[in-house]
């Protein structure tokens, strides 16, 4: 372990950590659709997580018919990624009648396995099928002694609450010897998961089952007594998790999966989180010690997002992670553009969600590479007409890109200023990890 | 199992004082002790959880303590050492909510009887009845979003299955339904110390509502705007088979509420139900009591024009369209010449169509598109983009 750059933990973590072996933690991404899944898969994902039409928490998501879960798996497991369904929703008992039929299609499927929170829906899975079963953060598993429980329930893997540092987690991992996920990425709850009902109670939507209107990003305000004045913010607001400083902890604390949140997130999002973390992971396991987390940041910071915070993944979360909003705060450096449709020898068939104007500076995501930037001299339209500007959606041909294929996602700065910028202008509060990073990087 | 006419009751207070005056309610058969360093919102010190449980034992009265909060494994040991130095002898039961702590006080406090927060969701019976052969506890809290109708059931099902466990349901107090490790009042309010406790109410700016918000040692929890009043209700909770209806007072004025809650127990009169209700919140809620619809709304959570039914054949979706010239598709299943089609647009525009004629995107005309990509075929009126398109059998 000498000359690796160990993560942020304090003496008595550290030296508890090298008793720990190392693993290549899974980079676990979001499919909240066909598209989602495929982009994932296409930019690295180790596995996927995705619900059916029932059973799950994000209600307003796409998600999967089950012949659609069919053919999920299916392209998954064609290039090597595994799938898990989540079935992580609080269910009554006649939800749970209709459980069983569900899972034999994922059996039949051949899904990987399922994530759950309900002991109620576990005991179901164990009882009616063969799935492999992962706990959901839902059920807000903090402690080595929880872990034993579900082990003992039949858990294979705990999805951690977030509140669980990575070194809490590779302590759990070792006392209780289940496989150990944490979130890495995305937006959190403020609350531990699955003990929040603000939207059950406020707006007759059970938060639990899919409901969640997220009342803890409104605007509240504080006073002494009942409806009296006071200053107003976000105060039930948490800034979003970005743990891309800590991947080589992950790997060097043995954890197995780093998810990303964010079902309900655009292609773009998903497509930059996995591509970044992708390469962090791969880094880090290959111990490089510079990993290039400079520019990791300043690709995640392309994405519209609430300011960064490490969350628990160090230390518990302090104040500053809560997201009380800074009108200056710039949310994403780049707009998305769109997708490539059809990549042939003659053109590229973009779909258009911004306009797209010639001149524009169009950087394509290439997975496991640095970004591509595209000609846009010449843009077509379907018809083949050479135009100038093309509005959202629609579909523009470009000349054929040698490196190009259908799937990937496209973007352009938002300014020419952000197009040419050198410097990172993160707005995390890692700043000094980054430097803890550069410390031990040389 | 014959059922009494009223549940028994369970009570907890912020201070001794409304312990002592809580206790004195006809039909109290249990106190819980909710220590600063283990309940969620206690208030009581060792000295203090000591001395109310040998007062609640003379008064013979089960005594209580409640570790409910949610811990890592650090703050288990903690707490695991702080109860050993409260002496247990004092205690007839620990109540927890993390299966992580309730393993651990099985393992290291065989002997204590255990109680069970089954609060947070656990609303069926398969799950219920697993909770209660892992731990095996005597009591098990109920949620609140499970309504009577439901209750009943459980009960019966425990009761077939000769389970002997009491449930509990909260009757009169405070609905949490937010609980965050986080300190969210201090960090703002710089004068405050972040170890105080802190009460605040939380306003939300578009509806108006007012939300009692508490900051202490173990993080920060909000309420509903309604406090939970049930008390009307009783003979019907325990006809539906709870056991115990628990009063949690720590949130009011309890010199005031205990004797107007002793007064309407007594002889619930109108007027006494009107002086009781003075004491609460502006406005009061049942709750899920009568019945819970919160998943009745999830309809209208996304755009049902564009939901996949389960046994549709999707052939794709339209990416573009110019009047009267042609629609671009992106399929997923091939299609032909002549096949029909149904599109149907986001606004819910229902469209049907033969297909006339299939292009690639270069211009080349073909009887099939046999692969799944970007295609042209013959403009349909109302089709806008975004629209999926749907593969109809013909009869």
Redesign the interface.
């Known amino acids: 372990m000498v000359g690796w750059p160990l993560g942020p933990y304090s003496v008595s973590q550290r030296d508890r950590l090298v008793e720990y072996r190392m693993t290549k933690p899974e980079i676990l991404a979001p499919a909240g659709n ?1 598209f989602k899944l495929q982009t994932a898969v296409r930019y690295g994902a180790d596995a996927v997580y995705l619900a059916g ?1 029932r059973f799950g928490l994000r ?4 998600n999967f ?4 879960i069919h053919q999920a798996v299916a392209f998954a497991h064609e290039n090597g990624t595994r799938v898990y369904v989540v079935l992580n929703g ?4 006649e ?2 009648e209709d459980l069983p039929p569900f899972l034999a299609e994922l059996e039949s499927a051949g899904v990987d396995a399922v994530i759950v ?8 899975v164990r009882r009616h099928s063969n799935l492999r079963v992962h706990l959901s953060t ?13 082990r ?2 039949g858990v294979t893997r705990l999805v951690l ?1 977030r ?2 540092s990575i070194a ?1 987690a590779a ?2 991992k070792r ?1 209780a010897g289940v496989e150990v996920e944490l979130f890495g990425h995305g937006a959190m709850c ?3 998961s ?5 939207s ?7 938060s ?4 969640c209107i997220q ?2 990003r ?11 004045a ?4 976000h ?2 607001s ?1 800034k979003d998790l970005q743990g891309i400083a800590q991947v080589p902890s992950f790997v060097e604390a043995g954890i197995d999966s780093l998810k990303i949140e964010g079902r309900m997130k655009s292609p773009l999002y998903v497509a930059t989180t996995v591509r970044a973390y992708a390469r962090a992971r791969d880094a880090a396991w290959q111990r490089q010690a510079d990993f290039g987390v400079e520019d990791l940041f300043r690709e995640l910071n392309t994405m519209s997002h609430r300011d960064y915070t490490s969350g628990n993944l160090v230390d ?2 302090r ?1 500053d ?2 997201y ?1 909003h800074d009108e200056r705060h710039e949310p994403n450096s780049h707009d998305v553009i769109g997708h490539i ?2 990549a ?1 020898e ?2 590229l ?1 973009i ?1 258009l969600r911004n306009p797209l104007e010639t001149g524009d500076r169009l950087e394509m995501l290439v997975p496991g590479q640095d970004i591509r930037v595209l000609a846009t001299d010449t843009l077509k339209d ?3 007409q050479r135009v100038q500007r093309v509005s959202s ?3 523009v ?1 470009l000349p054929a890109d040698s490196i190009a294929r ?1 799937g990937f996602l496209l973007r352009k700065p938002k300014s020419k200023i952000d197009a040419q910028k050198d410097d990172i202008s993160h707005d995390t509060d890692d700043a000094a990890l980054i430097q803890h990073h550069r410390a031990h990087a040389g | 199992m014959t059922r009494t006419t009223r549940p028994s009751f369970s009570i907890t207070g912020r201070t001794q004082a409304d312990l002592r005056q809580g206790w004195e309610l006809d039909g109290v058969t249990e106190v819980l002790l909710e220590h600063t360093d283990l309940a969620r919102i206690g208030n009581l010190d060792t000295n203090q959880v000591r001395q109310s449980a040998a007062e609640a034992r003379n008064r013979g009265l089960k005594t209580v303590l409640v570790w409910d909060l949610l811990l890592s494994d650090r703050e288990i040991a903690d707490g695991g050492a702080l109860i050993r130095s409260l002496d247990l002898s004092h205690f007839d039961a620990i109540r927890v909510q993390d299966p992580g702590v309730a393993t651990y006080v099985r393992d290291a406090f065989p002997m204590m009887e255990r109680q069970l927060v089954l609060e947070t969701g656990n609303h069926n019976l398969v799950g219920i009845r697993r909770w209660i052969e892992a731990f095996e506890p005597k009591r098990i809290v109920l949620s609140n979003e499970l309504p009577m109708p439901l209750i009943r059931s459980i009960r019966e099902a425990l009761d077939a299955n000769d389970h002997t466990v009491t449930l509990e349901y909260l009757a009169l107090g405070r609905l949490l339904i937010f609980y965050t490790p986080r300190k969210l009042i201090s960090p703002v309010e710089p004068e405050t110390d972040e170890w105080a406790f802190i009460e605040r109410f939380a306003t939300s700016v578009d509806e108006g509502k007012h939300f009692p918000l508490v900051e202490n040692t173990q993080g920060t929890f909000m309420f509903y705007e309604k406090d939970l009043f049930l008390v009307p209700y009783l003979e019907e909770i325990a006809a539906a088979g709870i056991d115990v209806a628990r009063f949690d007072l720590k949130h009011f004025e309890a010199d005031e509420l205990i004797p107007a809650l002793e007064s309407y127990l007594r002889e619930p009169s109108a007027e006494h139900l009107g002086r009781l209700k003075s004491h609460l919140a502006p406005r009061l809620t049942r709750g899920f009591f009568k019945s819970n619809r919160t998943d009745k709304q999830f309809v209208k959570l996304k755009n049902q024009h564009l939901v996949v039914p389960e046994q549709a054949q999707l052939v794709g979706t339209v990416v573009e369209t110019r009047k009267k010239k042609y629609l671009a598709l992106m399929t997923e299943l091939p299609f032909g010449q002549n096949d029909l089609l149904e599109f149907i647009a986001p606004e819910g525009h229902v469209a049907k169509a033969r297909v006339e004629w299939i292009r690639d995107v270069t211009g080349n005309e073909h009887d099939r598109a046999e692969s799944t990509g970007l295609w042209m075929v013959n403009h349909v009126g109302k089709v806008s983009a975004g629209s999926r398109v749907y593969r109809l059998r013909e009869s």
């Not at chain 1, 609080?90 to 008992?93: R, V």
């Not at chain 1, 929170?117 to 179901?124: E, N, Q, Y």
């Open positions: 066909m039409r209600q307003a998501a796409d018919t089950i012949e659609q609080f269910l009554f008992d939800e749970l929170s309900d002991l109620g829906v576990l005991t179901t839902q059920a807000s598993a903090l402690n080595s002694h929880a872990a034993r429980f579900w003992d329930m609450g509140e669980v809490e302590i759990i006392e403020m609350a531990f699955g003990n929040c009902t603000i059950n109670y406020t707006a007759g939507r059970d639990n089952r899919g409901g009342s803890c409104f605007k509240y305000r504080l006073s002494d007594e009942r409806g009296g006071g200053p107003q913010d105060y039930l948490s518990k979360a104040s992670s809560i009380l449709l059809e042939t003659n053109h068939a779909h379907l018809t083949g959606n629609r579909v041909l259908a």
